[in-house]
């Protein structure tokens, strides 16, 4: 059964708008199957990081909202830890509130790293 | 003697959920150290402590809000 997720990435920040969107056009691909029409794509743009990673002071963040069996995920994050370009990758269960709690509200599910 | 305000949960009171995306709202509740408050500063419930931390953490990790500021690294 699919869920919804949320995935945060931050791209190197010398990255062209268009590699950007290059990448993430790849990476909504391993997500949602019909191309990436599903994914909701926020992209923040160039940010300044609170403190350096890979000695890189600002990075640009895309924020992605989508829904998709959780066996997808192995593969999307593999792509990204293998792609020097993404410099941190975050993916939560979406926090999004479910129906208004029933008798017994289900917890949000929480994250993994 | 003091008179003090009854401390309630921000988050009780506003029904903000809690977001890691929120540098903002994350840095309010870190000290100058970026350190977590401690409820008993906060006045943060129990539950909306836990997402908080949780929240701070993650924020932490995507260099939204710095592990330790500038300042003392």
């Known amino acids: 059964m699919p869920r919804p997720y949320e995935t945060v990435i931050i791209f190197d920040s010398t990255l062209e708008d268009a590699q950007v969107q290059e990448k993430l056009q790849r990476l909504t691909g391993l997500v949602a199957p019909d191309g990436g029409d599903a994914v909701n794509v926020d992209v923040w743009g160039k940010r300044k990081l609170a403190y350096p990673i890979d000695k890189k002071e600002q990075g640009i963040y895309a924020v992605l909202r989508y829904e998709t069996e959780p066996s997808a995920l192995i593969e999307f994050e593999r792509v990204m830890r293998l792609d020097e370009q993404v410099l941190r990758q975050l993916t939560v269960v979406d926090p999004i509130v479910p129906a208004p709690p029933v008798a017994r509200a289900p917890r949000p599910a929480e994250e993994e790293e | ?73």
């Open chain 2, 1 to 73: 003697m003091v008179m003090q305000r009854r401390k309630v949960c921000h988050f009780c009171e506003s029904k903000v959920a809690i977001d890691y995306k929120e540098e903002h709202l994350l840095d309010r509740f870190t000290n100058d150290r970026g350190k977590i408050l401690p409820r008993r500063v906060s006045g943060t419930c129990a539950r909306h402590q836990r997402q908080l931390s949780q929240a701070v953490k993650r924020g932490r990790f995507l260099a939204l809000i710095p592990y330790i500021p500038d300042h003392q690294r």
